[in-house]
């Protein structure tokens, strides 16, 4: 058995997209919002299923796997929003 996310995007909820801990690891390591969140979950060995019908965006959906998040960057971002606390 292993754990999913379905819409694990919040389907655009601007509260995701304009979280300031992901804007700014958004930034850092040149990626969108979107694209920290995916990390995260795959990251932590949770199947993320984006829903997507543009193909730029799903493009950048798969574009994720050239990023690492430190331990010590999940730490922090736990704590500053809502994503998931264990895998």
Known sequence: IHDHAWAPLAQGDPDLLTNPILTALAERYNKTVQQVALRYLV?????????????????????????????????????????????
């Open 43 to 87: 990251q932590r060995g949770i199947i993320a299923i984006p829903k997507s019908t543009h193909i730029e965006r799903m493009k950048q959906n798969l574009d994720v796997f050239d990023l690492h998040l430190h331990r010590k960057i999940w730490k922090v971002s736990v704590r500053s929003t809502n994503l998931p606390t264990s895998a």
